[in-house]
């Protein structure tokens, strides 16, 4: 009985021993799960923490990406403003210069254009004065001529004979013609000069005819000028054309006035 008892004792210790070490494992057990559930909520914490402050360092990062984007995007657009107002400033001056230099180019034509059509107008009138001379020395010498014929001595023709060969003489001169020639050479220099080195055949005659050709002079007012019949100027200027040898269908006047002649 005594053995029987002391194994119930024993028993009954290790039933107490066992809720013992069982209650301690619980309890460690539960202490180890809080433990874990507390580093897993400080591990959540701290994780929401890095991202919260990435998110942050982000936010700060685009704030200040987009600042300096907005800084260089004003700075270029400055720039190119700038760049802009100055090509535009350039661009109105230039156009300021040219509008002046046009307008000087313009006045500088339109007063070569006077000077042209003043000498032009001292020149017909040159050409007038020439011909009413000689048309007046021929009515003279006519009349000469006529009153001379109503003479009855032989003589006294004669001694007019000096006089009338004189005034033909006179008439036919060459000297009006230089005196022409050299104002007209003043208006455009060299021009008779090099039709008289390009084409050789012209005459005299032939290079009156392209001098009033060149100051713009029709038919008619050739006619008038020189007391030539229409009819006959038109035959000087045909001829002048096959000596030229124009081709068909380009004008007379248009050509002698499209040479460039340096002044």
Known sequence: NEDLGKQEKILSYYEQLNR?????????????????????ELSDYKQKLVE????????????????????ILTLLGWTFYKKNLKEKEVL???E???????????????????????KNNELITKATFIQQKNDIIGVIIKDLKYQ????????????FNPLITSLEETQKTEDSWIEFEKQF??????????????????????????????????????????????????IRRHRLRKKINIQKGVNL???????????
């Open 20 to 40: 013992v070490i069982q209650s301690r494992y619980k309890t460690e057990l539960r202490q180890s799960l809080e433990r874990a559930e507390i580093q897993i």
């Open 52 to 71: 919260k402050e990435f998110r942050l360092r982000s936010t700060k990062l685009e704030r200040n990406f987009v600042t300096i984007i907005g800084f």
């Open 92 to 94: 109105k001056h230039q």
């Open 96 to 118: 300021e210069i040219l509008t002046q230099n046009f307008k000087i180019e313009q006045l500088s034509v339109l007063q070569k254009e006077k000077e042209i059509e003043t």
């Open 148 to 159: 001379i014929s109503l003479l009855d001595n032989h003589e006294d023709h004669k001694n």
């Open 185 to 234: 050479t003043e208006t455009y220099p060299s021009f008779l000069k090099m039709l008289a080195q390009h084409f050789t055949m012209l005459t005299v005659v032939d290079l009156k005819m392209c001098a009033y050709l060149k100051m713009n002079l029709n038919t008619k007012d050739i006619s008038q000028l020189t007391g030539l019949t229409i009819r006959a100027i038109e």
């Open 253 to 263: 006047n248009k050509f002698l006035s499209s040479i460039d002649i340096e002044r």
